[in-house]
């Protein structure tokens, strides 16, 4: 098991363990993270030293054309000294992003297989005993559910045999101005899918914006989520706008007891949305240190 793997076990038995005889059992501690993709414009070196700043657990790497970790820019040696990099700064990999438009033609399709297949590899290169998801949104329309919903499923069968074939958990998130967008159809689409390779990465902003109460939500997905982003979001699913957490109204301690209730043990990253990172004057370092000011208390057992 390695060095990062192993703390974050380590952590998890502390808390179930050392715990009074008649005494109530401490909060499970959730993973807390930030996601790369809100650092294109830090080299990745201080990426990773903001982060370990700022008291986050671990990060998830962007694996989309151009940014830190996309595959095909990587060679075994570049693999090599990002491990370095991670257990040097004490972070794990929580997770790994793909933007994969998967209603996209046939070459599209097989062109998405081919790197969800380069993600997995440099999942287990990263964590061999314990490869972290590859996270997901499916792209599409809200209006065309209905007429694409076995097709995804399809799709999905596909991807979900390279994820068995390498282990490693491919996780799709409902968003709200795309196809997979509404509680019961993620339900449904990870159901008929029928695989543990496939499963949800749960983001509450995205069914906030619907008017979808929170309990709902968790009750309903926290069961089939392996990895949750965490922002804020304002306006309607028509016209809306995400936020850096704490900019908004989300309540992180109530949904960071609602999972732990719900028996959710994936880890919780910060997702900096593009509405934000594209904003002129956007600071990445000041976004991760404000971010984890806003959740650390909720998610990490921080006080």
């Not at 392996?226 to 809306?240: C, L, Q, Y």
């Given at each position: 098991?390695?060095?990062?793997?192993?703390?974050?076990?380590?952590?998890?038995?502390?808390?179930?363990?050392?715990?009074?005889?008649?005494?109530?059992?401490?909060?499970?501690?959730?993973?807390?993270?930030?996601?790369?993709?809100?650092?294109?414009?830090?080299?990745?070196?201080?990426?990773?030293?903001?982060?370990?700043?700022?008291?986050?657990?671990?990060?998830?790497?962007?694996?989309?054309?151009?940014?830190?970790?996309?595959?095909?820019?990587?060679?075994?040696?570049?693999?090599?000294?990002?491990?370095?990099?991670?257990?040097?700064?004490?972070?794990?990999?929580?997770?790994?992003?793909?933007?994969?438009?998967?209603?996209?033609?046939?070459?599209?399709?097989?062109?998405?297989?081919?790197?969800?297949?380069?993600?997995?590899?440099?999942?287990?290169?990263?964590?061999?005993?314990?490869?972290?998801?590859i996270e997901?949104?499916?792209?599409?329309?809200?209006?065309?559910?209905?007429?694409?919903?076995?097709?995804?499923?399809?799709?999905?069968?596909?991807?979900?045999?390279?994820?068995?074939?390498?282990?490693?958990?491919?996780?799709?998130?409902?968003?709200?101005?795309?196809?997979?967008?509404?509680?019961?159809?993620?339900?449904?689409?990870?159901?008929?899918?029928?695989?543990?390779?496939?499963?949800?990465?749960?983001?509450?902003?995205?069914?906030?914006?619907?008017?979808?109460?929170?309990?709902d939500a968790?009750?309903?997905?926290?069961?089939?989520?392996?990895?949750?982003?965490?922002?804020?979001?304002?306006?309607?699913?028509?016209?809306?706008?995400?936020?850096l957490p704490?900019?908004?109204?989300?309540?992180?301690?109530?949904?960071?007891?609602?999972?732990?209730?719900?028996?959710?043990?994936?880890?919780?990253?910060?997702?900096?949305?593009?509405?934000?990172?594209?904003?002129?004057?956007?600071?990445?370092?000041?976004?991760?240190?404000?971010?984890?000011?806003?959740?650390?208390?909720?998610?990490?057992?921080?006080?």
């Open positions: 098991m390695s060095e990062i793997t192993r703390r974050d076990w380590l952590s998890a038995a502390l808390a179930t363990t050392l715990t009074a005889p008649g005494a109530a059992a401490p909060p499970v501690r959730l993973p807390l993270g930030f996601s790369l993709y809100g650092m294109r414009s830090l080299p990745l070196p201080d990426a990773l030293e903001v982060c370990k700043r700022c008291g986050y657990d671990g990060v998830e790497l962007a694996l989309m054309p151009g940014y830190h970790a996309a595959p095909a820019n990587l060679t075994p040696a570049d693999v090599k000294a990002l491990t370095k990099r991670l257990s040097e700064a004490k972070l794990s990999v929580l997770g790994l992003m793909e933007n994969l438009p998967a209603l996209g033609d046939a070459a599209t399709h097989r062109s998405n297989l081919d790197r969800l297949k380069s993600a997995a590899d440099l999942a287990c290169a990263l964590v061999p005993d314990r490869p972290p998801p997901t949104v499916l792209g599409g329309k809200p209006t065309d559910w209905g007429k694409v919903k076995d097709r995804l499923a399809e799709r999905l069968a596909d991807w979900a045999a390279v994820g068995r074939e390498r282990k490693t958990v491919i996780a799709v998130k409902p968003h709200v101005a795309h196809a997979l967008h509404a509680v019961a159809d993620a339900v449904w689409l990870v159901k008929q899918v029928a695989s543990e390779w496939i499963r949800l990465a749960f983001d509450f902003s995205h069914f906030e914006l619907r008017g979808v109460m929170i309990e968790v009750k309903e997905l926290a069961p089939l989520s392996v990895f949750a982003h965490v922002k804020d979001a304002k306006g309607t699913p028509e016209k809306f706008e995400f936020l704490g900019d908004g109204a989300t309540d992180y301690p109530k949904l960071a007891k609602l999972l732990r209730d719900a028996k959710f043990t994936g880890p919780v990253v910060v997702e900096v949305s593009s509405q934000v990172s594209n904003k002129p004057g956007y600071d990445p370092a000041s976004a991760a240190k404000s971010s984890f000011r806003a959740v650390s208390a909720a998610f990490g057992n921080r006080d």
